[in-house]
């Protein structure tokens, strides 16, 4: 326990107050006896923390004080958590009173909170070299909620990466210890993916599990768009759109009739909430007749109101004083005409995101090509089915067997966005891929980057839970497959 304890110059009573969180309880006692738990010197600790605590901080701590830990619900454990979280003190008074407050809580039964998830976010943020919040988190899993993917999330992007050989020891110990013991599939793939994480072996080293992939994914879905998109400012499948587009538009392809007519097969390999599909449905559709009026009427407008802008800024340079009079009734005359563009120009505008809104049948004509799918949550597939923007009901199969599905030379451009940092070993892909792709079809994919030389195999299984990839294991399997790279482009997947 020492490593709680570690600052230079700890508040007082501190370590006293942290020792406390390894005293076995006799009994679950009252709020003033030290058979809760919690030291006589620990409660001191508390009781000084409510006098210096943020006011809603303080009632909480005078709350337990007076009732114990059967007085305190889970609003007022929230409330202390964001206090202890929020402090910059390297030894909060908060968060080592809330820690002490979480451990006495979930000696109860029922407890009133998730008490040890609680405490093992708060010690991977504030004790990162005690391996303390393993045993938090371990506890948590086997006894409250074994699919917590918060919980799942610490022991793998902090406890398992620790700069701390004791931490580290202690998070593989228990992934391999829930690996034998949890009872649901999707826990067990949880923990079997946290173990080659840690020790870079097993099949999941190679590939994830379909059940750990299942299991991610299906907890993602409903908020996939919100996360990725809104918040991380995802952008990959526009950018592979971008990509394709401008290789096919500039008539490098063998395929520009099948670009021209619509008719290409679109393969989307983990399609997710099908961002891939509705960006990509373009090239086996076209536009419908409204759109394509309300588009042109877009360009024109905003063409004339540039025009007219450009006549005014010309005028003011001949006449800067505004003393011609033919100029001035010019300006005002453009000016009308300005504001009736810009009216027309918003009119516009909401007409094209009513369409969008009504999804792809009312932005595109009926399809002439295929824009097929896969991915492994069901979840996932019935979000992307709902966009209407693939022509075939989304499948829930792997992409490696998802591709066998296809007769050679029978598609014309594959897609994978965010995908292949799921599979690690991407030989049967680009090999499938080889195999159905016609003459002058295209694979189009994102990596997450591995540095060369960092691993033999050229792919590697990182902490994140993702794989990333060598570009020249890429281009090695490349050259392997019969294909040519045309493009290469560094991007920021996400923030």
Not at 295 to 318: F, G, P, S
Not at 386 to 403: K, P, R, S, W
Request: proline content about 3%.
């Amino acid at each position: 326990m020492s490593d709680l304890s570690s600052s230079a110059s700890p508040p007082p009573l501190l370590t006293s107050a942290a020792l406390a969180l390894l005293r076995p309880a006799s009994t679950v006692g009252g709020a003033n006896t030290a058979a809760d738990g919690v030291s006589d010197e620990g409660r001191t600790y508390l009781v000084a923390s409510a006098e210096i605590a943020a006011p809603a901080v303080a009632i909480v701590l005078k709350k337990y004080e007076k009732e114990g830990a059967g007085g305190v619900v889970g609003r007022d454990l929230m409330a202390l958590k964001e206090a202890a979280l929020s402090s910059d003190l390297p030894f909060s008074p908060s968060a080592v009173s809330l820690i002490l407050v979480l451990v006495d809580c979930d000696r109860l039964s029922p407890s009133p909170t998730n008490a040890c998830a609680n405490c093992a976010c708060l010690l991977a943020h504030l004790y990162p070299t005690s391996a303390l919040g393993v045993k938090f988190s371990k506890r948590h899993l086997l006894e409250k909620d074994e699919d917590d993917a918060v919980v799942w999330y610490l022991l793998s992007s902090c406890f398992a990466v620790s700069e701390h050989k004791e931490v580290r020891e202690a998070a593989l110990e228990a992934a391999r210890e829930l690996e034998m013991s949890l009872e649901g599939a999707s826990a067990r793939s949880r923990a079997e993916h946290l173990t080659a994480i840690l020790t870079q072996s097993g099949q999941s080293a190679l590939k994830s599990s379909e059940e750990y992939v299942k299991t991610v994914f299906d907890g993602l879905a409903d908020v996939f768009e919100e996360r990725l998109v809104d918040k991380l400012g995802y952008r990959v499948p526009w950018q592979l759109f971008d990509i394709v587009y401008e290789h096919f538009r500039e008539g490098e392809a063998a395929l520009v009739s099948e670009y021209i007519n619509r008719t290409m097969t679109v393969v989307d390999l983990g399609c997710g909430t099908g961002l891939v599909g509705k960006c990509f449905s373009a090239l086996v559709r076209e536009k419908s007749h409204e759109r394509s009026l309300l588009e042109a009427d877009l360009r024109d407008t905003t063409n004339h109101k540039a025009r007219l802008m450009d006549a005014i800024v010309e005028m003011d340079a001949v006449d800067p004083d505004h003393n011609d009079t033919d100029f001035n009734e010019a300006r005002e005359e453009n000016g009308r005409v300005i504001k009736k563009c810009e009216g027309r120009l918003s009119i516009i505008t909401n007409l094209l995101e009513a369409q969008e809104k009504k999804g792809i049948e009312a932005m595109w004509e009926k399809p002439k090509g295929r824009m097929l799918g896969c991915d492994l949550s069901p979840k996932m597939c019935s979000a992307a089915n709902q966009t209407g923007a693939y022509t075939e009901m989304v499948e829930t199969v792997d992409c490696d067997n998802f591709l066998k599905g296809f007769q050679a030379e029978t598609v014309h451009i594959i897609v994978s966005a965010d995908t292949y940092i799921y599979v690690g070993d991407l030989r049967a892909t680009f090999e499938q891929s080889a195999r159905i792709l016609v003459r002058g079809g295209v694979l189009a994919f994102s990596i997450e980057t591995l540095g060369e030389g960092v691993d033999d195999k050229g792919f590697k299984l990182l902490p994140s839970g993702r794989y990333a990839q060598a570009p020249s294991y890429v281009k090695g399997l490349a050259e392997t497959y019969g294909f040519a790279v045309l493009k290469e482009k560094e991007i920021v997947i996400r923030k």
